[in-house]
Structure formats: C-alpha cells, structure tokens
C-alpha cells in the first residue's frame, strides 16, 4: 500500500486556478494508477481524473474535461491536477486515490479500483 498526502487546496474566485499536489510513500509509486475524486457535502464521492502509472493514460469527468490536466511525476512520487477556469461547482474536499495496476497501462476510474486514500484537501471557489 501507499501513503498518499494532498496539499494545495484553498480559496479561490471562479475563473481562477489551482494546483493540487499529491505525495506518495511506502511502496513502488510506479506499480500504481493514481486518480482523483471530490466530494461536495451532501454528495458522494465523485471521480474527477486518472492516469496510468506511465502517464501515457489519461481520463476525465466531463465536467472538468478541458479544465483540469492531471500529471506525475515517477522520480518524484507525486501528482498533481491543475485546475483552471474554477467554477462553485467545483467546490469540494478533492482526494487523491492509488489503485494497484502493476505493469498494466490503464487508468481506473471506479472508486472500487482505488485500495489506498489520503486524507482530502478542500478546494472552495467563490462567485
């Protein structure tokens, strides 16, 4: 298993940018598929974007499809998701997510794919 810790969230106006950080530890990063999903109060946990442990493998919701980019950095063991032209809706504790692929390319996208979580980071966007 991994340990995963986000950082980056805050405040922001709707329009502006973010950029999320999620460092991992305890295991081989490259073995892993990393996602990440946001949670709005009252809602579920909803998936956000993913990527496959070579990068080379990408998905988005639709609802941030050409808004948000999701990268990694294997040297590094982290991730990271850049979100830019922020709107209220967007508003939600974000989570980073691992799930094991080993040598497969793929980019899981179901919440039942993901075995480790770290703890959240909150993402407010004001109108």
């Known amino acids: 298993q991994v340990h995963l810790v986000e950082s980056g969230g805050g405040l922001v106006q709707a329009g502006g940018s973010l950029r999320l950080s999620c460092a991992a530890s305890?295991?081989?990063?490259?073995?892993?598929?990393m996602d990440w999903f946001r949670q709005a109060p009252g809602k579920e946990r909803e998936f956000v974007a993913a990527?496959?442990?070579?990068?080379?493998?990408?998905h988005y919701a639709d609802s941030v499809k050409g808004r948000f980019t999701i990268s990694r950095d294997n040297a590094r063991n982290t991730v990271s998701l850049q979100m830019n032209s922020l709107k209220p809706e967007d508003t939600a504790v974000y989570y980073c997510?691992?799930?094991?692929?080993?040598?497969?390319?793929?980019?899981?996208?179901?919440?039942?794919?993901?075995?480790?979580w770290g703890q959240g980071t909150q993402v407010t966007v004001s109108s």
């Open positions: 997510g691992a799930a094991w692929t080993a040598t497969f390319d793929i980019a899981p996208m179901g919440r039942a794919a993901v075995g480790s």
């Open positions: 305890g295991d081989d990063f490259s073995k892993y598929a």
């Open positions: 990527i496959s442990w070579s990068g080379n493998k990408t």
